[in-house]
């Protein structure tokens, strides 16, 4: 099997591109010319991050909030639950107290503004 290069390639695209669409070699390097323009400006475009459903965008070290909210979390009535808690395995009162402190942090975390421009 032959193996092409990128620019070869790219060549054999053009040279077909010319052929079925009729286009005659002159108006290869305008094509050339445009192709290299929206190549260029989709290189230098911002480029928004793509959050799957379910994620957030977090800082990488908390904020203070988020670290006093995360501490917080298993004080605070709404997110405890005595009864469910007591029947639980000290394993699973560690992972419940994380859940709790995830969320919390989650919910201090900053909010990134929308752009309006």
């Given at each position: ?68 909210a995360g501490f917080e979390a298993e004080l605070r009535e709404e997110f ?38």
């Amino acid at each position: 099997m032959t193996k092409f290069t990128k620019e070869q390639l790219i060549t054999r695209a053009k040279m077909r591109l010319a052929m079925v669409a009729g286009f005659p070699e002159s108006q290869l390097a305008q094509m050339d010319k445009c192709l290299g323009e929206i190549a260029l400006e989709r290189l230098t475009a911002p480029v928004e991050p793509v959050v799957p459903d379910g994620y957030v965008l977090v800082p990488a070290e908390p904020t203070e909030d988020m670290v006093i909210a995360g501490f917080e979390a298993e004080l605070r009535e709404e997110f405890h639950d005595p009864e469910a808690y007591e029947t639980m395995s000290g394993c699973e009162q560690a992972a419940h107290r994380a859940k709790l402190c995830w969320a919390a942090m989650i919910a201090a975390a900053p909010k990134q503004e929308a752009d309006n421009g």
